[in-house]
């Protein structure tokens, strides 16, 4: 198993509710605790509505919080505002389901890498090409996409600028939240692979939200499983699940791949 480092990201007591009007309220998330460590994949698993995108627009600042802290290196960034929170924020970058909807039509691919950076002032527009082709050969994508279009690019391939676009401020840690659900299996694995790479070099920690515990199970270090807005268990392995709900949910994939981090060829892991 590969190491990772100390800890960056806390979230501590985590509690939004939404209001559904006529006096309903739903907790989205209920008391939720997190840790994430320097270069580890730690998945959040959960059916559908248990609160695991509701806790990364939280982590992101995109949904206020009813109470809670959340830590980066010991810090909270919660009440942070102005230009302490844009700061903040770029250590938290996000990679979404479909990237065609992320994407601003109108702009070239170089754009679309750089604009990140560009709303940061952290580089010229003289610079901008070849900070691309420098981000497209790390997703293995070829240099001339940086002046096409994404709309005729595969879902791969857009998912592939996605993270060349989330890595490009050299954040500490990438959300993604379902980011290989929409692709072909094959792709998947390919993302995967790619994910894996970037963060041996990079040391990114992954803020991995997947409905799909078989894929979970392979990718990730450690998980939490989600239900209800709660956190039911943390566990390293699916198969150490103690808690019935884990359990269940255990039983219903059909086959786990033996051990941890196979997914990608073995040789990586030695
Ligand atoms: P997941 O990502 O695990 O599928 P979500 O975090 O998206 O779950 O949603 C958790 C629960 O919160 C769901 O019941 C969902 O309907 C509800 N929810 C999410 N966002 C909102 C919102 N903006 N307003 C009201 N309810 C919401
Ligand atoms: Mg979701």
Known sequence: MKGYGE????????VKTFDLGEGKKLVASDHVNISLHKGETLGIVGESGS?????????????????????????DIAPLKGEELR?????????????ST??????????IICEPLQNYGL???????EKAKEMLRLVDLPEDFANRYPNNMSGGQRQRIAIARALVLKPEIII???????LDVSVQKTIIELLDRLQRETHVAYFFICHDLALANMFCDNMIIMQKGKVVERIHDLREAKDPYSKKLLASIFTIEEGKNKVLPDELFQ
């Open 87 to 99: 700061q903040a924020r770029r250590n938290i970058q996000m990679v979404f389901q479909d990237p």
């Open 51 to 75: 609160g695991k995108s509701t806790l990364a627009k939280i982590l992101t600042r995109l949904y206020p919080m009813d109470s809670g802290r959340i830590l980066i290196h010991g810090k």
């Open 102 to 111: 992320a994407f601003n039509p109108k702009q070239r691919v170089k754009e």
């Open 123 to 129: 580089i010229r527009k003289g610079e901008v090409e």
């Open 176 to 182: 993604c939240d379902e980011a290989t659900s929409a």
């Open 7 to 14: 800890e960056i990201l806390r979230m501590e007591d985590i």
